[in-house]
């Protein structure tokens, strides 16, 4: 009964930091190089950089504590560099397996509300999970939650901006996408399976 327990500990233990694991790389874009307290344009692998609405490969503004701090760590971007700017990452998921991609995102102060602005989506869902803003005349930053269920091995996140293309446009950091935490009765239910196995197999010793 004591390794049936065990296997129960196990499990909880491999389940919730398989959920707290972030499946996006370079969220924050710390390994970007700027110079403190400047910013550049970068290639931003492993993330893809397009102009928004096409395939034509950009640059991304990433910024070192620039025009603004960083929400996480000392970088963050802006998707309206030389003009707007569409960031995409693929990572492996599970088929029926629900996800929360969650992300950061702050208007820049002393712009209008027309040149903010994004919109988001993930493809490989059950339903195409999807997100927009158009400015929220707040230089604060605020997180953004979309959940989805993914439909396939591979699912892709995607960001742009929506606003004025003029330069001027919303930050963005610390993307993540992690798996759902099992609900508390999922794990009761799969401790009574376990326990049952084990009941069994006593039972199995015994005669």
């Known amino acids: ?84 700017d569409q960031i995409s990452q693929s990572f492996a998921t599970v088929a029926g397996t629900t996800y929360t991609v969650s992300f950061w995102y702050e208007d820049r102060s002393g712009v209008a509300s027309s040149s903010e602005g994004w919109a988001a989506s993930v493809v490989g869902a059950t339903t195409l999970a999807q997100a927009m803003v158009s400015g ?28 004025k293309s003029d330069s001027f446009g919303t930050s963005f950091d610390n993307f993540s996408v992690t798996a759902a935490v099992p609900e508390p009765t999922t794990l009761a239910l799969f401790a009574a399976g376990l326990g049952m196995l084990g009941m069994a197999a006593r039972r199995r010793r015994q005669q």
């Open 136 to 163: 929220n005349s707040s230089s604060v930053w605020k997180e953004e939650t979309i959940t989805f269920t993914a439909d396939s091995a591979v699912s892709t996140f995607s960001i742009w901006a929506t606003g």
């Open 1 to 84: 009964m004591k390794k049936i327990l065990t296997l129960v500990a196990l499990a909880a233990l491999t389940a919730t930091a398989s959920a707290s694991t972030n499946l996006l790389q370079d969220g924050s874009f710390e390994s970007q190089t700027v110079s403190s307290g400047n910013w550049a344009l970068t290639s931003a692998s492993p993330w893809v950089v397009t102009a928004a609405g096409t395939s034509t490969t950009v640059g991304l503004e990433v910024r070192d504590n620039y025009y603004g701090s960083a929400e996480n760590g000392s970088n963050f971007i802006e998707l309206d560099g030389n003009e707007n």
